[in-house]
């Protein structure tokens, strides 16, 4: 069966540090998600991405955050400058037209 | 940024019961899904409801869609321990691809 796969599965990072969160999406997916999930808190939207361009994103998702697809392939979500309040489960989800698949997630640690 | 509110936010019954899990909200989504999460992985799809007065069946889980698309149910009828999980339900906006997810429900069903 088709799945999205995340790396790394956990990270843990100092403060201030740059972080590259990575998503193989399934083949033939067109649409790209980042979900993230603070530890006992909900799912929350961070981004969409269509067509090499982002096509929604929230309000946690500010100038820190950023985006893109450099190969092709790979849909990746970097973080600039680390603050402790993003320690979380980062999900990487894909789709084509219809069902919505999640990754396994990537854990980061904020120290 | 639409809310969902989901209830009850644990449940621990004995196998063999029935049990409601309940997702409102004061607005109307285009869509509504209802995932499964296991520990340490992402979120799996079960049911996407899309039309008011909506019913689905899957099993002994049964997924209704309210009539002005704004509230949702899961019902499980002689649940199992097999059922134990987080189960959560995320609307899709109308304006958008965002989900927007309720906090969760973690059943457990004991033997």
């Known amino acids: 069966e088709p799945e999205v796969t995340q790396t790394p599965s956990h990270q843990v990072t100092q403060m201030g540090q740059e972080v590259i969160l990575r998503c193989v999406p399934i083949?033939?997916?067109?649409?790209f998600y980042w979900y993230r999930q603070i530890l006992g808190q909900k799912v929350e939207f961070l981004v969409s991405f269509y067509n090499n361009e982002i096509s929604e994103k929230s309000e946690i998702f500010d100038d820190q955050f950023s985006v893109e697809r450099p190969d092709g392939s790979n849909f990746t979500l970097k973080i600039r400058s680390t603050k402790l309040e993003d320690s979380a489960m980062y999900f990487c989800?894909?789709?084509?037209?219809?069902?919505?698949?999640f990754g396994e997630g990537s854990r980061l640690t904020v120290l | 940024t639409q809310l969902l509110e989901q209830s009850p936010q644990f449940l621990s019954i004995q196998e063999g019961e029935n049990l409601t899990v309940y997702c409102n909200s004061s607005?109307?989504?285009?869509?509504l899904q209802w995932y499964r999460q296991e520990p340490g992985e992402g979120p799996v799809l079960l049911v996407t409801v899309v039309t008011g007065g909506e019913v689905k069946k899957l099993k002994r889980l049964t997924f209704q869609f309210g009539d002005a698309r704004k509230d949702s149910s899961l019902h499980i009828t002689a649940a199992q321990p097999g059922d134990t999980g987080l189960y959560l339900c995320a609307g899709q906006e109308t304006s958008g691809s965002r989900l927007t997810f309720g906090e969760g429900t973690q059943l457990t069903v004991n033997p």
């Open positions: 083949s033939n997916h067109l649409y």
């Open positions: 989800a894909t789709q084509n037209t219809g069902e919505l698949f």
């Open positions: 607005s109307v989504f285009s869509s």
